[in-house]
């Protein structure tokens, strides 16, 4: 079957099998290799894309699902050359060891300050508590959202809405 | 890498449309909401529909409103769309407590409320939460709609009510004075299945009990609704004593089994703790002590 939907920005037309998953579709299709692959049970978050914006589990989801849809991954973060503050804030507070979970992690972080501009530190706990960081505990990840929080610029707010 | 078997997908348009597809694409085609429970049991092959039938465009399922003495819901409420419901908080506290605890906020910008009880997974919270609230599920087919009772939803255990021509669109729970609501969970894990669940509703009327009801996940198969438990609390003063003896009766009307999550025993012990908890605040909560 055909679908159509917009991947960062972009509209994209390509022939899928129904029974695709998005996060493979990601991948394996559009090559955008950026969006990880990890447990396959929406448990871990790695997969984590924003579809119209919510971050979504792109493995728990079929890439016929997304047609119509807004898709943004993590290579959508960037714009011209000019890194998202939550990517800024992710290499300022080292809120990455193995890089393995930082692509949900940081797609989820975008979301999350895009309704909320200054969340508390519980409040971005519960937002990042669908996702599984095996090397930081977490505490970086946190200040790294904080510090994006804190540095927040209207090209960042305008590129994801 | 675990991949749905081959389907052919469709995407309807209305409620109509959908319960046109499903009359017509026969006994294996199943809808898709949320996609969280279906797809991975389509991954572990326990699931193969032969069709999916994505209604996720069905704008008009998906509401909370007030209406005629009940709050409806749209059967594709989302789990976080319960979550933020001020009505819901309002009236029945018990979906709050609930939502907090169901999986993740990524999963719950996706799952829905009709999704949840139509996998009718034994160890699923909402159908205990609906349940306990004495809720009604109106099911649409090309004929028309019929009400059916939370209890006489669930057929068994991922078996309910709804015809392969019909579909789930909306739940009702009546609206009723002095009602309180809770519910108890202990999980091993933050987002986890429940090791076991437990709700509980009252209504009161002069500081009597006039009707209470206790839903329990994961404890067996058919332990959403008590019927002992129901004949225990109506016309009852809240005390200590009934909470005790209502979770004794919950405790012997289950049948837990022995697995990763915990032995039978632990799981009797919680239902027994979980109903007197669960009970002790939808009182309090009946009587405005807390909100």
């Known amino acids: 079957m055909q679908v159509n939907m917009k991947v960062n920005g972009a509209e994209v037309s390509e022939e899928i099998e129904p029974r695709h998953l998005l996060v493979h ?3 394996d299709q559009l090559g955008l290799t950026g969006t990880h692959w990890g447990c396959d049970t929406s448990n871990c978050g790695t997969c984590v894309v924003l579809i119209d914006g919510e971050p979504v589990k792109s493995c728990t989801q079929l890439a016929a699902m997304a047609g ?3 898709v943004t991954t993590v290579e959508g973060l960037e714009v011209d050359g000019v890194l998202d503050p939550v990517q800024e804030g992710f290499m ?10 930082t692509p949900g992690m940081m797609l989820t972080a975008r979301a999350l300050l895009n309704a909320d501009p200054d969340p508390s530190e519980d409040v971005i706990r519960e937002a990042i508590s669908g996702q599984i960081c095996r090397c930081t505990g977490y505490s970086t990840i946190v200040r790294s959202i904080q510090w994006a929080a804190n540095h927040e610029t209207s090209v960042s707010l305008e590129s994801a809405s | 890498m675990q991949v749905p078997a081959p389907i052919e997908y469709e995407r309807a348009t209305s409620v109509e449309h959908a319960v046109a597809l499903r009359s017509e694409l026969g006994d294996e085609a199943r809808f898709i909401a949320g996609g969280h429970s279906l797809l991975p049991m389509m991954k572990l092959r326990l699931a193969n529909p032969t069709h999916l039938i994505d209604i996720n465009d069905l704008k008009e399922l998906f509401y909370i409103r007030e209406a005629d003495s ?13 979550l933020d419901s001020e009505l819901l908080a309002r009236h029945f506290p018990i979906f709050r407590d609930a939502e907090r605890v169901i999986a993740d906020p990524t999963v719950r910008n996706r799952g829905t409320l009709g999704g949840s009880l139509c996998q009718a997974d034994p160890s699923e919270d909402l159908s205990a939460v609906c349940t306990a609230l004495d809720a009604s599920c109106v099911i649409t087919s090309s004929d028309g709609q019929r009400v059916v009772p939370m209890h ?7 078996e309910t009510a709804v015809a392969n021509n019909e579909m789930l669109t909306e739940i009702r729970i009546p609206l009723r004075p002095g009602g309180g609501s809770a519910y108890q969970k202990v999980e091993r894990r933050a987002g986890d299945w429940a090791v076991v669940s437990a709700g509980a509703a009252v209504w009161m009327d002069a500081g009597t009990i006039v009707d209470g009801r206790v839903g329990l996940a994961a404890v067996g198969p058919d332990t959403t609704s008590i019927q002992p438990v129901a004949e225990a609390l109506a016309g009852a003063a809240p005390t200590e004593d009934l909470y005790q003896r209502v979770g004794e009766i919950a405790a012997s009307n289950c049948s837990p089994e022995t697995d990763g ?5 632990y799981k009797t012990h919680l239902v027994a703790e979980l109903t007197r908890r669960a009970l002790r605040t939808a009182v309090a909560r009946a009587q405005r002590q807390e909100v």
Do not use: N, W
């Open chain 1, 25 to 27: 579709f990601i991948r």
């Open chain 1, 68 to 70: 119509g849809h807004d």
């Open chain 1, 92 to 101: 300022q507070c080292h809120g990455l060891q193995c890089g393995f979970c």
């Open chain 2, 70 to 82: 009940e709050v409806r819901i749209g059967a594709m409420a989302r789990h976080r769309d319960l």
């Open chain 2, 152 to 158: 006489a939803f669930h057929v068994g255990p991922y």
């Open chain 2, 261 to 265: 999550r915990g032995t039978a025993a």
